[in-house]
């Protein structure tokens, strides 16, 4: 089975930064896509970045500039650094995976691409 384990949330004032990352275990096909979603309350869940196997990134527009995914394939661990953090950032984020596909290209940031969940962590900025 494939586990994901957020950690790094916290509360910080607005134009600080945070540090999440996800502890990967189980996924075992060669390509993979994992990414990061967040969800704020009465809201849906909405995907911020995602990196592919091959190292391909996507961001969504209200974060390009501010966050950068990034992995570290040796420890199966995938991290979103986030800058210049917003109150509107701020939500439940989830990490989230899919064994396969095809890596050479920018992975989507839709909920339905992705087929593990972690259990989230909570991002709360201040103003």
């Known amino acids: 089975d494939v586990e994901l384990v957020e950690s790094g949330g916290g509360s910080v004032q607005a134009g600080g930064s945070l540090r999440l990352s996800c502890a990967e275990s189980g996924l075992t096909y060669r390509t993979y896509r994992m990414g990061w979603f967040r969800q704020a309350p009465g809201k849906e869940r909405e995907g911020v970045a995602a990196?592919?196997?091959?190292?391909?990134?996507s961001y969504t527009d209200s974060v390009k500039g501010r966050f950068t995914i990034s992995q570290d394939n040796a420890k199966n661990t995938l991290f979103l650094q986030m800058n210049s953090l917003k109150p509107e950032d701020t939500a439940m984020y989830y990490c989230?995976?899919?064994?396969?596909?095809?890596?050479?290209?920018?992975?989507?940031?839709?909920?339905?691409?992705?087929?593990?969940w972690g259990q989230g962590t909570q991002v709360t900025v201040s103003s």
């Open positions: 990196i592919s196997s091959a190292g391909h990134t």
């Open positions: 989230a995976a899919k064994d396969g596909g095809y890596p050479w290209v920018p992975p989507p940031l839709r909920t339905a691409d992705f087929g593990y």
